[in-house]
């Protein structure tokens, strides 16, 4: 499927529990930004705009929650750009393909971005990288919550 970016004035993003553990349901924050050093290649965000940059619709295919997999995460600003990145360790007994959603939220509770990173062929106990980047909104320090996806590899 190919990959779709889109900038649009309103989307009703309802984020409220999706973004925790299929098994729970428990949202979950990444720690606050610090300084980060990479080049943007994302056009700035207008004022009230949403940044949405997804392949997958959540809950399509046969996938599971796998919070528990993430074992490190982080959400910077370069000034630029905001990425939430980390790290996926698999915690099945077979190669795994992961769906990884960062949800970007301000200060007021509100949606300025979602972007997914998928992550394929993780063998059982060894890791794999995600990163979602979106362009600096403004106003203010962002938080990224993580929604985390695993199947067995295709």
């Known amino acids: 499927m190919k990959r779709k970016t889109l900038t649009v004035a309103v989307l009703p993003l309802f984020l409220a529990g999706c973004f925790g553990s299929a098994e729970d349901g428990t949202p979950t924050a990444v720690p606050t930004p610090s300084a980060a050093s990479s080049s943007s290649t994302h056009e700035p965000l207008e004022p009230g705009d949403v940044y949405v940059d997804v392949d997958d619709s959540q809950g399509e295919g046969d996938y599971a929650g ?89």
């Open 66 to 154: 796998a919070l528990e997999d993430v074992v490190n995460s982080s959400c910077v600003d370069n000034g630029e750009v905001w990425t939430g990145s980390g790290t996926l360790s698999n915690s099945s007994g077979q190669d795994a393909d992961y769906r990884v959603w960062v949800a970007f939220i301000d200060p007021d509770g509100e949606t300025t971005g979602l972007v997914q990173d998928n992550v394929d062929g993780v063998a059982p106990g060894e890791t794999g990288d995600y990163s979602a980047s979106m362009p600096n909104p403004g106003g203010g320090t962002l938080t990224c919550v993580l929604r985390v996806e695993r199947r067995v590899a295709a």
